[in-house]
C-alpha cells in the first residue's frame, strides 16, 4: 500500500473519522482507524458499538491496499505533520508517513479482528444540510444531561410524509422544529430517538451545502452526503408528546426584541446564585428584569409590548432562559404566558417565523417569581 496526499485534506478526513473512536475500549482494534485505498481514493473509516463513520478523499494511489492504525495517535501526526505533500506506505507491519523531512512510524493492528462497518440502512430521503445543522442546534439545547434516563439524552425525529418534526425535552423545557424535507415515498412515516450529543456532531460536521441523505432502519439511522457516511444507533423509547403542552388557547402575549433581551438576561443574572429565579414584569410597553435577594440585586427595562392582561410577572432559571433565547435566529421573540409558575411558550417573531407558522418553539416552565 502507498498512496500520496496533501496533509490538509489528510488531517481533516482523519479528523473526521476519529469522532467515532471511544474512548476507552476494552477491544484494542476499535481504537483503530481503517485507512483503504484504491483507484484515486482514500477511505478512512472508524467505529465503535454506538455509531461509525467513512469518508472519502482524493488521493494518489500508487499501490493499492489497506491497513488499520491507532486512530487517535493518527490524528496527533497528522496536526503536526508540516504542511505539502505527504507520503503514505506500508512497510510489513508499519505504516510510515513522510512530509518535508519529517517521518513517522506506527504500528499496524490486525485487521482480521476488525468488525466489518455496518451497511448503510435503507434510504429514506433527503434534506438540506444547512437547514438540518440549525434545526439540531435549535432544539439541542433542551435536551437531558442525565444518563439515568437515556431517552431523554436524545432528540426525536419525526417524519410524516415532507414534514420532519425534531424534539428534546429534559422534563423542565421543551424545543420543537419542523422543517419540509424530501421523502422517497410521499407516504414516509418514522419516530425515533437519536443521542442528542451525537445528532449534534454529526450536523455539525457534515458539509453545510447540498442535500444530506437520511437512512433508517429499526436500529440504526445513517447519513450520508459529498462522501462522507456515518451511522448511530437509535435510543430505546419515544418522548413524551408535545401536542398538548404546546396548546395555549386563552394566554397572554407578550413580545419583545430577542438580542437586547437575550444581553439584558445575561446582565441581571450575574446576582443570581444557584438557582435563583430571574424575574420578568411584563406591562403594556416595557419589560423589567430582576434577579438577586436583599443587597446583591440587579434590574433592567426593555420595550415590550403585552396583549391579553394588564400586566404580568414570571421567572425563570436564567440558564435555560439564555438557551432558549440563544437557540433563536429571530429578531424578535414572543411569549405565550398562562401566569406565574405555569408554562410559556416562546417562538420567533420575525416574517420568515410567522410564515413557518412559529416552526421553531421552545417551553419553558416558569418557577415562583421573587418576593
Known amino acids: 500500500m502507498e498512496f500520496r496526499i496533501e496533509r490538509g485534506p489528510l488531517a481533516d478526513a482523519v479528523a473526521w473519522a476519529a469522532r467515532v473512536l471511544p474512548a476507552r475500549s476494552p477491544v484494542p482494534v476499535l481504537s483503530g482507524l481503517l485507512l483503504e485505498a484504491d483507484a484515486g481514493l482514500l477511505r478512512i473509516s472508524g467505529l465503535d458499538y454506538e455509531a461509525s463513520a467513512r469518508i472519502e478523499v482524493e488521493a494518489d494511489v500508487v499501490v493499492p491496499g489497506r491497513v488499520l492504525v491507532m486512530g487517535r495517535r493518527l490524528l496527533d501526526i497528522c496536526r503536526v505533520l508540516p504542511g505539502g505533500p505527504v507520503l503514505c506506505a506500508v512497510d510489513g507491519s508499519r505504516f510510515s508517513m513522510s512530509s518535508d523531512g519529517a517521518r513517522f512510524g506506527?504500528?499496524?493492528?490486525?485487521?482480521?479482528?476488525?468488525?466489518?462497518?455496518?451497511?448503510?440502512?435503507?434510504?429514506?430521503?433527503?434534506?438540506?444540510?444547512?437547514?438540518?445543522?440549525?434545526?439540531?442546534?435549535?432544539?439541542?439545547?433542551?435536551?437531558?444531561?442525565?444518563?439515568?434516563?437515556?431517552?431523554?439524552?436524545?432528540?426525536?425525529?419525526?417524519?410524516?410524509?415532507?414534514?420532519?418534526?425534531?424534539?428534546?425535552?429534559?422534563?423542565?423545557?421543551?424545543?420543537?422544529?419542523?422543517?419540509?424535507?424530501?421523502?422517497?415515498?410521499?407516504?414516509?412515516?418514522?419516530?425515533?430517538?437519536?443521542?442528542?450529543?451525537?445528532?449534534?456532531?454529526?450536523?455539525?460536521?457534515?458539509?453545510?451545502?447540498?442535500?444530506?441523505?437520511?437512512?433508517?432502519?429499526?436500529?440504526?439511522?445513517?447519513?450520508?452526503?459529498?462522501?462522507?457516511?456515518?451511522?448511530?444507533?437509535?435510543?430505546?423509547?419515544?418522548?413524551?408528546?408535545?401536542?398538548?403542552?404546546?396548546?395555549?388557547?386563552?394566554?397572554?402575549?407578550?413580545?419583545?426584541?430577542?438580542?437586547?433581551?437575550?444581553?439584558?438576561?445575561?446582565?441581571?443574572?450575574?446576582?443570581?446564585?444557584?438557582?435563583?429565579?430571574?424575574?420578568?414584569?411584563?406591562?403594556?410597553?416595557?419589560?423589567?428584569?430582576?434577579?438577586?435577594?436583599?443587597?446583591?440585586?440587579?434590574?433592567?427595562?426593555?420595550p415590550a409590548d403585552l396583549d391579553g392582561v394588564p400586566e404580568m410577572t414570571v421567572a425563570f432559571n436564567p440558564s435555560y432562559l439564555v438557551d432558549a433565547l440563544s437557540s433563536f435566529d429571530a429578531t424578535a421573540v414572543r411569549f405565550q404566558l398562562l401566569g406565574p409558575g405555569q408554562r410559556a411558550l416562546l417562538s420567533g417573531a420575525s416574517p420568515a417565523e410567522e410564515m413557518a407558522e412559529h416552526s421553531h418553539r421552545h417551553l419553558l416552565m416558569s418557577v415562583k417569581p421573587l418576593v
Request: proline share 6%.
Open 106 to 302: 506506527l504500528s499496524v493492528l490486525p485487521r482480521d479482528d476488525y468488525p466489518a462497518l455496518p451497511a448503510l440502512p435503507e434510504l429514506r430521503g433527503e434534506v438540506d444540510a444547512e437547514v438540518f445543522a440549525a434545526a439540531v442546534g435549535h432544539v439541542a439545547v433542551a435536551a437531558g444531561r442525565d444518563d439515568s434516563l437515556p431517552v431523554l439524552t436524545g432528540i426525536r425525529l419525526g417524519f410524516d410524509g415532507g414534514t420532519m418534526t425534531l424534539a428534546a425535552t429534559d422534563r423542565y423545557r421543551y424545543a420543537v422544529r419542523t422543517l419540509g424535507w424530501k421523502p422517497r415515498s410521499p407516504q414516509e412515516t418514522a419516530d425515533v430517538v437519536v443521542s442528542a450529543r451525537r445528532l449534534t456532531d454529526i450536523a455539525r460536521s457534515l458539509d453545510r451545502s447540498g442535500m444530506v441523505r437520511i437512512a433508517l432502519d429499526g436500529s440504526t439511522i445513517g447519513f450520508e452526503n459529498a462522501g462522507l457516511r456515518i451511522t448511530s444507533r437509535l435510543l430505546d423509547g419515544q418522548l413524551p408528546r408535545h401536542d398538548k403542552l404546546f396548546a395555549f388557547p386563552e394566554c397572554a402575549v407578550a413580545l419583545t426584541e430577542r438580542l437586547p433581551l437575550l444581553d439584558a438576561v445575561k446582565r441581571v443574572a450575574v446576582v443570581a446564585e444557584g438557582d435563583s429565579p430571574l424575574q420578568l414584569s411584563f406591562s403594556a410597553d416595557s419589560i423589567r428584569l430582576r434577579a438577586g435577594y436583599e443587597d446583591d440585586v440587579a434590574s433592567q427595562y426593555l
